[in-house]
């Protein structure tokens, strides 16, 4: 008896699909619906493809049927496979298969660009994955809403890296098969709100198109810093946030940007990140209200590399002495022991400058490198029975019961020689 796949595929010749050009089988027929049902009973799940020899010194995939697996993706999805099946059987994205999609209806639209973009199928982190440009095609062309995925705007953004910045085009980037700039460019913004709400990776193209859209005045240079703001509170990873400053540096914010953000900033100056410290705290440190400044230096005390911590206590004497001097003596008497003579140097001047009196506490930790002489030699007592009777052996046990744990240490290795000689000796 046939299977359901042979059946399946017998319906699928009958209508002529395997001899018909493949940008003509749109045009064909899709049979009865009972040729229907038994065809979607076939393809809605399995294997089409198995590993098998193909040579005497080479293995590879190879069709479970001998027909265009193309052509039989693109039957499967006009006799009604699910949208989550016709992600995995369709290989590659083209217009035959966008028409296909589109023919089924927006919701199985949707349905598929969810489930398209649900995994990672793409070859680094921020390359075009195997079925995006088909998503990216159906979304636009459909206009339908932008999903809240990660995935789908790691797609749009290798996109729009290579078709509005020119950046270079990875091999999963069909020139036959692309979005026109006018498209990207219609629902830009949409998708520079959307990519900045999902916290998108400041490491990769996404930064830079958001930049392209200043310079094109897509939007404005204020709209941008605030998109640049939000990404940088909610970033994850050191490597975005370094990212996110440095488009703040390209964009040419104003040191009042900082200053009215403060508040927000220091959280961010908590990480103990240096590209954050080194950029923030000497702007927020000279200029800042007194009441904010004690915060901003705890947040500071994170900073671990010896050129920030001069630059940070650097930027304190820049300033007037704070009227509240004495409330800085516990986060000044950090830098006063710190290791480094010229950060505890600057930490003096600035007491100095402050009028501040602390005193240095005076280091507990060990001199090294001075010789010392070797302890003497441990004689180990050697290993003795004591008494050898029963009333000793039951000392011992008494002593091993009243332990909750067993512990074979010398009491009771003792036990056991000790219960072998009297059980030899009787």
């Known amino acids: 008896m046939a299977s359901k796949l042979e059946r399946a595929v017998a319906i699928y010749r009958s209508l002529g699909y395997e001899e018909s050009p493949y940008e003509n089988i749109l045009s064909l027929g899709i049979g009865t619906k009972e040729e229907q049902a038994i065809a979607r009973d076939g393809l809605k799940s399995g294997e089409w493809v198995q590993i098998k020899q193909l040579s005497e010194n080479s293995y590879g995939f190879a069709p479970v049927v001998d027909v265009d697996l193309k052509k039989l993706a693109v039957f499967a999805v ?26 089924r209806g927006e919701n199985y639209a949707i349905h598929f660009i969810s489930a398209a973009e649900s995994g990672n199928r793409r070859a680094w982190e921020h390359s075009l994955s195997v079925l995006g440009m088909l998503c990216l095609k159906l979304l636009h062309r459909m206009n339908l809403p932008i999903p809240e995925s990660v995935e789908y705007m790691k797609d749009w953004a290798a996109a729009s890296a290579v078709i509005l910045l020119g950046a270079k085009k990875d091999y999963l980037f069909d020139e036959s098969f692309t979005l026109e700039k006018e498209e990207i460019l219609g629902r830009f913004i949409e998708h520079i709100e959307k990519g900045i709400s999902l916290n998108m990776p400041g490491t990769g193209p996404f930064p830079d198109l958001l930049f392209f859209g200043v310079e094109n005045h897509l939007l404005s240079k204020e709209a941008a810093k605030e998109y640049i703001f939000d ?78 911590k001069k630059m940070l206590l650097n930027s304190v004497l820049k300033r007037e002495k704070p009227k509240s001097a004495n409330d800085f003596a516990e986060w000044l008497s950090l830098y006063l022991q710190d290791e480094d003579k010229s950060i505890a140097g600057l930490a003096e001047k600035l007491a100095l400058s402050w009028g501040l009196r602390l005193e240095q506490e005076e280091s507990n ?32 046990v008494a002593l091993l019961s009243e332990r909750k744990d067993c512990v074979e240490d010398l009491l009771f290795e003792q036990f056991l020689a000790l219960a072998n000689q009297i059980a030899y000796k009787s």
């Open 78 to 103: 006009r006799i009604g496979v699910e949208a989550k099946r016709a992600v995995n059987v369709i290989g590659r994205g083209d217009e035959i298969a966008l028409q296909a999609i589109m023919d």
């Open 231 to 308: 990404a940088l509170y909610i970033a994850k990873r050191p490597g975005d946030r370094k990212a996110w400053v440095e488009l703040l540096d390209k964009l040419g914010c104003a040191e009042k940007d900082y200053i009215d953000r403060a508040e927000n900033l220091i959280p961010l100056l908590g990480l103990g990140e240096s590209p954050l410290i080194e950029r923030f705290a000497p702007v927020l440190i000279e200029n800042i209200s007194e009441e904010l400044l004690y915060p901003v230096l705890i947040s500071c005390t994170s900073a671990k590399v010896k050129k920030t």
């Open 365 to 396: 930790e060990e001199l090294r490198g001075l010789w010392r002489e070797c302890p003497k030699l441990w004689k180990v007592p050697r290993f003795s029975l004591g008494d050898k009777t029963a009333e000793s052996l039951t000392d011992m």
